[in-house]
């Protein structure tokens, strides 16, 4: 039960049992969706641990210690949606403070940053994290946080967290003041990828992913690895608000139980469609970190205990892209990822749509790019479908 100290029981175990014991009074297994926004004291100061639901409520206190101690973190706090995880962690920030982000990281992330939070006297720039040493030369002697996402959208590139952990620790120690490095670790999910161990100090994920996994609820979480990004976050959800709710975490408490089995299928399939992409002759380029061919396969396969469920190809098009999107069958066309079911998208129109063409193809995002997210279906029914819209 205790997040701080990981790795007594394996990783399948904490994921069902962490932050969650049977029910004191009824012996129910599951932790109940406590419903109330406030709770009875019993004399002037006198309480359960639990005042008024914005500042913490049993189902969250279970979901936080269980997604703490997937990540091996010292506390996690779970926020409404991915982006309110992104604006609680920039509120750790103040006026003056430079924020250097990776160039290739979700787009609404630059969107809340340049927006809406540089309005506030913060300074943001971008760096291609993919080269670590592009970090080192872009610090500045105010840069409070640095924020990278590995492996990125929709390109599947890599961004080595340790060679990054390792410029920021240098960094925070010739200076004179916090830098924390976090990372986005949406795409992999704690049981392919824990940045942590690697040295960084904060991690996020849009929970609305594969920690929930069933695209049916949003959330987000941070995880923090000192006593510090604990009460800074817990007094962000105290002040700020942006808190998830009883249901929502409970859905992403019942989704993580299993989150194990999930990702091995999510990959097995992953990992099927990709080799069947990468032999098909209508597809130019598949990018995905566990072909062989992947620029960073290496660096993947040292990061990483996996390669996940995400992998984009080139269709050559936007007709082309248009005309295998519109014959799929099994898969579904639409945004997000990391559900059950396989979902399709077309990253040109859809999620990198407010980039503009130019952007676009600067980073190398073209309109013909598919980007699946592979589910748990049956693999011979995924690649039939494809078989069938690419043919
Ligand atoms: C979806 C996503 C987000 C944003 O999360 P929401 O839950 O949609 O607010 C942030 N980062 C990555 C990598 C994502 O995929």
Redesign the pocket.
Known sequence: MNPATPGRHGFSTRAIHDGQSADPLTGAVNVPIYASSTYAQEEIGRHKGYEYSRVSNPTRTALELNLASLEGGSSAHVFA??????SALVTMLRSGDHVLCGSN??G??PRLFNEIVSRYGIDFSYVDTTNAENVRRALRPNTRLVHI?TP??PLMQISDIRAVAEICREHRNAGDGILDLSV?S??MSPYFQRPLEQGADIV??????FLNGHSDG???VLVGSTPRHRETFAFVQKCAGGILSPFECFLVLRGVKTLAVRMKQHEANGAAVAEFLAKHPKVRSVFYPGLPSHPQHELARRQMSGFGAVVTFDTGSLEEANRVLRRLRVCTVGE???GVETLVSHPASMTHAALGAEERARIGIGDGMLRISTGIEDAGDLLADLEQALD
Not at 81 to 86: D, E, R, T, W
Not at 204 to 209: A, F
């Open positions: 949606s991915g982006m309110a995880a992104i990281v979700y609404g992330t996402e990125t959208n986005d949406t795409f996020m994920h849009s929970t609305t992913k949003l959330g987000g997000s990822l990391g």
